[in-house]
């Protein structure tokens, strides 16, 4: 049996395939081919637009898939009554550039009178998220008239539309187009999908499980190291006391029964201040080294 797994082709296909790296499947990708290998005999990878995801996955096309909160909800909008829905089987909070969550803001050119949602009645509104963006208008009871932008949608206001629903990571890009944000109409971060055939299997929700746990063991690795030291019993509270512990350090003794051993996991942007700290709180034999994975 194989589990047939969508990957998100575009923005977000290197983060994916890094992710994966960490989980531990290799997964080779051809420039001439939507299929890409992986080292894992049972999955079988596509490579599919994140915007068309879900609508594969509910379909039963893909068992699962990975996509974006905010495709997930533009799919939903506007399927008709009666159509599949997606199981949400994981939240994996990773996007292109950085291991976080993404916004969908609404914006308007820097010099423009429009300073609330309110101000655009009647204007016209450029995005690729035409559903979701027209039910965020809706909900507020506000007039507007939504147009889908193929791209380069930051250099749309004002000649071609009045303001955008764009997505931003960072806000550099909006930034630099000279836009100003007025309001966030949600936030979204990476998901793995199921549909209900591939969750009431017993084999592919297996399969699907155990991917969750290695990619959110993954994610949860991202950005901290282990340390690992030897110090006095007598000094022990001191060194604990600059240990901010995942959960608690780990400590084992040691053949000479005057030391022990300290074992936890920090933050990596914290290790250059804390270990000479550590050093001079008589800590000895600190060693630092780098996760993969972290289950909780």
Do not use: H
């Not at 499980?209 to 000094?235: C, H, P, T």
């Not at 804390?274 to 780098?290: D, F, M, N, S, T």
């Amino acid at each position: 049996m194989t589990l047939k797994l969508g990957l998100p082709k575009g923005s977000l296909q290197d983060a994916t395939v890094q992710v994966f790296a960490r989980a531990g499947f290799n997964i080779y990708v051809s420039s001439r081919s939507y299929f890409p290998s992986i080292d894992d005999p049972e999955i079988e990878c596509m490579l599919i637009r994140a915007q068309e995801m879900a609508r594969y996955v509910a379909d039963g096309v893909l068992d699962a898939g990975l996509t974006g909160q905010d495709w997930i909800a533009e799919y939903a909008a506007a399927a008709p009554a009666g159509q599949p829905a997606v199981i949400p089987i994981a939240d994996l909070v990773y996007a292109k550039q950085s291991f976080g969550r993404v916004k969908w803001v609404l914006a308007v050119p820097e010099d423009s009178p429009f300073q609330r949602p309110e101000d655009l009645e009647g204007r016209t509104i450029a995005t690729e998220l035409v559903r979701a963006t027209e039910s965020y208008f809706q909900r507020r009871g506000i007039a507007v008239n939504v147009e889908f932008s193929w791209g380069a949608t930051e250099v749309k206001p004002p000649v071609l539309a009045d303001a955008i629903v764009e997505v931003t990571e960072t806000g550099s890009s909006l930034r630099a187009n000279r836009l100003r944000v007025i309001d966030t109409l949600m936030e979204s971060n990476t998901q793995l999908i199921a549909n209900a055939g591939a969750v009431a299997d017993a084999w592919k929700k297996t399969k699907i499980d155990n991917l969750s746990l290695l990619l959110r063991a993954a994610i949860e690795a991202q950005g901290r190291v282990g340390i690992m030291l030897n110090v006095r019993r007598e000094d022990l509270d001191g060194v604990l006391s600059l240990l901010p512990a995942l959960q608690r350090p780990t400590i084992s003794p040691l053949s000479d029964g005057e030391w022990v051993a300290v074992n936890t996991i920090i933050e990596e942007r914290t290790v250059r201040e804390l270990i000479p700290r550590l050093k001079g709180a008589r800590a000895q034999g600190i060693v630092e080294y780098p996760l993969n994975k972290i289950v909780l």
